[in-house]
């Protein structure tokens, strides 16, 4: 095959080219939010159930149980954990809480614990409470001690660093709070609004674990899609609401997410922005528009108060604290500059209700336009199905497809007329070889070497067309492996460990290399084995060359070039066989290989079977 590079640029590649899909899919609490105690405030749970103590559990006899508490620790938390000791107990005894599946210790690290504690009866008692961090069998790697006394019926926070000797290797740990039975023996504690957050990313408080924010922002995202997603809203009544997720963490009520498990939203708007500022990316942000994963649409004589909350929820991003009370409030949480938007997606796959968002579209992209005329808005419906007005600039398009798949549809959009419209490809991966049923059984658990050479060669056809590609991102993006609610995933993790996947390195070779320009050249052939795209990096005058071979054999290639080139360059190669993953028993199977290669004018390469390559030299 030989391919043959323009040497004028086609189009400028667009600033928000690669970046990330989020929302809270087995990925935020328990995985990148640092939080390491799972149901730490008791958010959504039935009080007097065993079920609400989920993740707790007693130590050596003492009562422990959630209560609806007559003077909760506020409104948003209303329930508290009661701790009862038996007469005649001895020894330590408390409770405990397993953490996320586990819980790293690292003697490295110092821990910051706190709760609040009163006494719902005033009583004589005053005695120290241990806080420790502890191997399941009794092991104690780090201990506080603080007072508890009995005569504070008033709700008391208590802090405490903790500092491990060791850093074990096994995660199976806990988070214990422990008294002397004898000395308080027939005593009543309530406790609320637990936390133990590990050193974060950045050092940001409340912030994001640093080990999985720190493969995220290797990838050189340059745009995070926020809150979702589905779990933007599976239902009215528990739809994501920015206000109920910024401010005070014992002011977030918390909500049932639509990936059935309970979101603290301690990961919360303002998180989120702190996330986009410290990673260098810009948010697109999704708000609710009307339309429930139950089918439910709101009528068009009642979406107002929604327009208003959106509005709101702009305004804390972007408003001016002068003169808007949610900017102001951003402003008092510790951020008065706004933080960069351009992006506000109305809705997610409105296309399961696309009658109802003929009107939803129209009043919510009418009245933010009006309101925000900076800004540009994403349809979520089909391209021009239905029609919509205002005429949507911008369309999200998702597709979750087999590997065969994106290589037969590497020219998808190369047919989209040019006539204004943008395109976003929020959420794309193959996720499956059974051709009859993508969702259905044989779904990957990890991304292949085939799922993630075949989104490579649909990534060169966004490369090719993004004059109107203007971002794209996999999804879903990351994975607990202890607990998750959808497979592939392009990032998973455990509670010590990150797993890359090979659709992430491809994800990143393509992010990292994205150039400025992109060079047109030879066009691949149509569902053929090889596609390439060729950019031009014009700060650095490198030549960015990304190579996809999808057969089971290597292909040899000749590349002309426009110009002259240095001899010395690099080739970074990702390859193995189709069935190979990066996964907790093999977590580092396949990574991409960077070795110097010698370029001419016109040289050539063999693209290894089953691989992505990117081709790097300077235009001299
Ligand atoms: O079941 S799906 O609709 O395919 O769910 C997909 C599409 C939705 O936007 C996202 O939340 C989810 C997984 O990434």
Redesign the pocket.
Known sequence: TVVTVNGSASHITPRLLYGQ?F?D?NSGDGGIYAEMLQNRAFQQVTPNTTAALYAWNTINGAGINVIADPSPVSSALPNSLQLTIPEGASGSIGFGNEGYYGIQINSGWTYNASFYYKFPVTSSFEGAATIALQSAEGQVYASASVSLIGSQTTWNKVAVHLKPTLSPMSTANNFTVTLNAAEAAGETIDFAMFSLFPPTFKGRANGLRIDIATTLYEMKPSFFRLP????LGGTWATRWQWNATVGPLVDRPGRMG?WGYINTDGLGLLEYMYLCEDMEMEPIMAVWAGYSLDGESLPDDALDPYIQQATDQINFVIGDPTVNEYAALRASLGHPEPFPLTYVEIG??DFFASDSYIYRWKYFAGNLTAAFPQLRFIATTYPFDPILDPVPLQYDN?V?QTPGWFIENAFYYDSFERNGTYYFQG?YAAISLNVSDV?GDGRLMYPTIESSIGEAAYMTGLERNSDIVFAASY??LLMNVANYQ?TPNLIAFDASEVYPSTSYYVQQLFSVNRGTEYLPSTVPTYNGTLYWSVTHDSSASTVLIKVVNVDSTSAPMTFNLPFEVASAGFATVLTGPPTASNSPTTPNAIVPITSPMTFSKSFNFTAPAYSVTVLTTQFV
């Open positions: 899909m929302e899919i979702g997603g589905n779990n639509d997610n796959e998702h979750y959420e969702f999804a879903p959808w």
